[in-house]
């Protein structure tokens, strides 16, 4: 008996039970959705962390300083110097804290950054309306602000905020300009702060100090010198290296990538689970039917089946079970994807591989739990099995 | 064709060896049509078991077509039922869920016939026991009777030299019975050697020669003629 007869007297049996076969079949159909939709969201979640961070702007180098003592932040001009080191592009130091913003009867409590023109270059963010800071912002510690998109949103709506007067913790501030928005991150959105003159914030917070600096490298091949040559500097500064903390975007990446990627791990392993419940289903189903079926294999030995016969029918019978629960899974699977992507705006990568592996892991999980009522079917002896009723 | 030397069959059944067979000798010619009677619980169906290499004997040598059959393994013996011998049981054992059509087929298959030729070769078999009309219906939708020849059908489908039937006729209706007899005596007539297992002497006189199996043993043997 060649492997295409064996695959029609597969289909013969399925067909004959199809309820049976179903329900079967679903435990796999889940298992394989199960793998293909939650793979792609754990993949989905790295690869929207790496756009994010890559987002951040290029090249980037984080500096947080936790002092030491009294010496607890760097001078607004401190962290400007730090500009003309060698491998240096643009600095942006950064004040931050809290305010309420309010504009007319709406208010709304946010994230104030007070920075420098560079911040737009360093962080890649730039005004989608009205205009960024200016240099002259910040030497006269003028009361503007930029908006945030979420903010500008919450606060006026329709209206053009780029002109509009709002009230930052009770002071005046203008509006001068409307940040891009970047849409929605893990870490909460990222539209959802207002940008004043680091000077000017300085004063409205009460608060003296840089304690965040966004560097940009000048090239991705001067980032190591970069940080060297900062930690040396910093350390001779505080002279002590737990008083600060440099960050390059690659570090911050990778340590975020372990962690989706462990997310992706468990994901796919309680999802693999499933599909092998579903294998277990379907060697249950498979010892039921060899039982029910022993007469019949006694008439097919009758008849000259051989035991490989009888051992290739019920084990493409499994196969084709697992292999068509774990087709109809994938397509499932992938109809999923599309949906969630498309219902949520994630990012849900759809990789291949994923799709192909749990196929195939479906199929050896067919292979697996047949292979034993199989065999069993095939060492029936004929003369009792022909006798069962 | 078929000659049986001092076969033995022993059983363990509850830790009890029962003898089954105690040493028989027989020889069948090819072309013959001999009847096997005797009480339930003689022997025969142990005999047609061994004879049908659907087992095999605890001593002794058996002979089919001039090869020692009787320690070969399982899937020569496989082989050797697919190729040489069509089975007609009481019982019919048919597959309930194909048609009389794949029922037929279904040997050619374990022979490895290609698609078109299998169904070429049971649409034939089906037209000779008379069933041409029969080819789609399922064993539920046909009386005792085209079971039974439906089941002869499969049977002589693969050419075989040898046609076992075991009380062919024990579930049937007399006047079924006797088409199913009659069929048996045409594929005799066609030269093939058929051996009937019966414990029905009326049907048994139908043979040419009739031997008689008792506690394991043969008792007596018989030329009639038909």
């Keep these: ?337 599309k949906l969630f992507s498309g219902l949520f705006g994630f990012t849900i990568t759809y990789s291949p591989q994923v799709v192909f592996v749990a196929f195939t892991f479906s199929v050896f999980v067919g292979i697996f739990f047949g292979l034993y009522p199989a065999n069993k079917a095939a060492k029936l002896n004929p003369i009792d099995a022909l006798r069962s009723e | 064709m078929i000659r049986l030397e001092g076969i033995t069959k022993a059983y363990q059944l509850d830790g009890v060896v029962v003898e089954a067979l105690r040493g028989i000798d027989l020889e069948v010619k090819e072309g013959e049509f001999v009847a096997i009677v005797g009480p339930s619980g003689s022997g025969k169906s142990t005999l047609m078991n061994i004879i049908g290499c659907l087992d095999t004997p605890t001593t002794g040598k058996y002979w089919l077509k001039g090869q020692e059959v009787s320690k070969l393994s399982d899937n020569k013996l496989a082989e050797i039922r697919n190729l040489l011998i069509g089975f007609v049981f009481q019982s019919f054992n048919l597959l309930p869920r194909l048609t009389a059509l794949e029922n037929v087929e279904r040997p050619l298959i374990y022979r490895g016939v290609a698609k078109k030729e299998r169904r070429k070769l049971a649409e034939k078999a089906l037209e000779r026991v008379g069933l041409a009309d029969r080819m789609f219906h399922r064993p539920n939708q046909l009386s005792g009777g085209q079971q039974q020849r439906v089941a002869v059908a499969r049977a002589l489908v693969g050419d075989p030299a040898i046609i076992l039937a075991d009380e062919p006729t024990g579930n049937l209706d007399s006047v079924s019975g006797k088409e199913v007899m009659s069929l048996l005596r045409e594929l005799h007539a066609q030269g093939r050697t058929v051996l009937l297992i019966t414990h029905d002497a009326e049907i048994a006189r139908q043979a040419e020669r009739r031997v008689k199996i008792f506690d394991g043993r043969i008792q007596e043997e018989g030329e009639v003629g038909l």
Excluded: C, W
């Design chain 1, 1 to 337: 008996m060649n492997l295409l007869q064996a695959v029609r007297l597969a289909f013969g049996a399925i067909l004959a039970n199809k309820l049976r076969s179903f329900l079967t079949m679903l435990g796999v159909i889940i298992g394989v959705f199960a793998v293909v939709a939650l793979v792609s969201l754990g993949q989905g979640a790295t690869s929207q962390v790496t756009a994010e961070i890559q987002g951040m702007g290029s090249n980037l180098i984080v500096l947080a300083i936790h002092g030491r003592g009294g010496m607890d932040s760097l001078t607004l001009s401190e962290a400007e110097s730090l500009a003309k080191r060698p491998g240096v592009g643009a600095v942006a130091p950064v004040v931050d804290g809290y305010a309420t913003v309010k504009f007319a009867t709406e208010s709304s409590y946010t994230n104030l950054v007070g920075t420098t023109p560079a911040y737009a270059v360093v962080r890649n963010h730039f005004a989608d309306r009205g205009r960024f800071l200016a240099d002259v912002d910040v030497q006269n510690r003028l009361p503007v602000a930029v908006l945030g998109a979420d903010v500008a949103e919450r606060l006026f709506g329709d209206m053009d905020p780029v002109g509009q007067e709002i009230r930052i913790n009770g002071a005046a501030f203008t509006v001068i300009g409307v940040l891009e928005p970047k849409g929605f991150s893990l870490g909460g959105s990222s539209d959802d702060f207002v940008i004043i003159p680091a000077s000017t914030a300085e004063r409205l917070l009460r608060r003296q100090g840089i304690r965040t600096v966004y560097l940009q490298a000048e090239t991705a091949a001067a980032i190591d010198m970069v940080v060297n040559s900062l930690e040396s500097l910093l350390q001779l500064y505080f002279r002590d290296e737990n008083a600060y903390n440099v960050f390059t975007q690659a570090e911050i990446l990778d340590i975020l990538s372990e962690v989706t990627g462990i997310l992706t791990l468990m994901l796919g392993g309680i999802a693999g689970i499933s599909l092998l419940v579903g294998g277990i289903g379907i060697m249950n189903i498979m010892l039921v039917s060899v039982t029910e079926r022993t007469r019949e294999i006694g008439i097919n030995k009758a008849l000259g089946a051989k035991k490989r016969d009888i051992l290739l029918q019920f084990l493409v019978e499994s196969i084709v079970i697992s292999g068509v629960g774990g087709f109809i899974g994938m397509i499932l699977g992938y109809g999923a994807v």
